[in-house]
Each structure stands twice: as C-alpha cells, then as structure tokens.
C-alpha cells in the first residue's frame, strides 16, 4: 500500500520561510519521480516542483522559481520542499506526489497523492 505523507505546513507572515517533508512508504522511492502539487481555495490543482529519481532533473512552475527548492533523500523515503520569501499568493494545500517524468513533454505525471498539508500566508 502506498503511502504518501507531508508534514511541516503551517501559519506564517509573507516573506516568511517553511519546509515541508513528505514521507513515502510502499513503493520503489529510489527509483521514482517525487512532486509538489498545491490547490489553492477555489482553484484547481497546480503543479509546483518535480525531482526525478536521482535528483538529477528538477522542474518549478514560473510562480515558484528562484524562491522554492525541491531536494529528496532516497535513504530516508523522504522529498522536501522549501519555500523562501512566502506569499499571499503561496497559500493552498500542497499535496506530495510521486509518479514519472514525461520524457516527450517534462512535465511530471502523477500516480499517487499524499493527503495534503496547509500553507497559509498571511500579511
């Protein structure tokens, strides 16, 4: 059974720094892609960040770029998001993915959803 589960959201004033783990169990972690998806209140699901198997491709959505870091730690089952210089914008729940990376497009395409955790950003 597999099992996706982020930790580390929370409350926390714009320009603010948080990072959020997801653990994963019941799968094949050392050779899949992991990601970072958010759905923010009344909005659809977005991507944010993707890392492939080994860390050697990374991918952000242009909202993310140059503030967010996607990093994993294959020996602890374990991919990480931190997010630097928070915005009001930045607020949704985040959802942990894990799936593959296209090669025809790059983009990632999930298989499984972790629960989601909160963000909220506040001025």
């Known amino acids: 059974q597999v099992q996706l589960v982020e930790s580390g959201g929370g409350l926390l004033q714009a320009g603010g720094s948080l990072r959020l783990s997801c653990a994963a169990s019941?799968?094949?972690?050392?050779?899949?892609?992991m990601g970072w998806f958010r759905q923010a209140p009344g909005k659809e699901r977005e991507f944010v960040s993707a890392?492939?198997?080994?860390?050697?491709?990374?991918d952000y959505a242009d909202s993310v770029k140059g503030r967010f870091t996607i990093s994993r730690d294959n020996a602890k089952n374990t991919v990480y998001l931190q997010m630097n210089s928070l915005k009001l914008e930045d607020t949704a729940i985040y959802y942990c993915?894990?799936?593959?990376?296209?090669?025809?497009?790059?983009?990632?395409?999930?298989?499984?959803w972790g629960q989601g955790t909160q963000v909220t950003v506040s001025s």
């Open positions: 993915a894990a799936g593959s990376i296209l090669r025809t497009t790059m983009t990632m395409s999930p298989s499984y």
């Open positions: 019941g799968l094949p972690f050392s050779s899949i892609a």
């Open positions: 890392i492939s198997w080994n860390g050697g491709y990374t």
